[in-house]
């Protein structure tokens, strides 16, 4: 199977790659490929990161919870940058 690059940045992107690795532009976009896919599978969603730090400290989330009104985050984040 054959991967064709048409486009200018991408084809650029692949041969600085190349030429930094040691690589062929195709062996650079399947390196860059892998490591890709591989720090989407590593990314936790929010909530999955809530779960993590809670259970760390013997915490969970509580079943049926009300979700949080948007107005407190709005709220939050004026309290942390001490805007008004």
């Not at 064709?4 to 650079?28: F, Q, V, Y």
Request: hydrophobic content about 35%; overall charge positive; glycine content about 4%.
């Amino acid at each position: 199977m054959t991967l064709s690059i048409r486009n200018d940045e991408a084809d650029a992107l692949a041969r600085k790659l190349a030429e930094m690795s040691g690589n062929t532009k195709t062996d650079a976009v399947i390196i860059a490929l892998r490591e890709a896919i591989q720090r989407r599978i590593r990314q936790e969603a929010p909530r999955e990161t809530a779960r993590r730090i809670l259970e760390k400290r013997g915490l969970v989330f509580q079943r049926n919870r009300k979700a949080v009104p948007p107005d407190a985050y709005h709220d939050l984040d004026h309290d942390l940058t001490g805007g008004e």
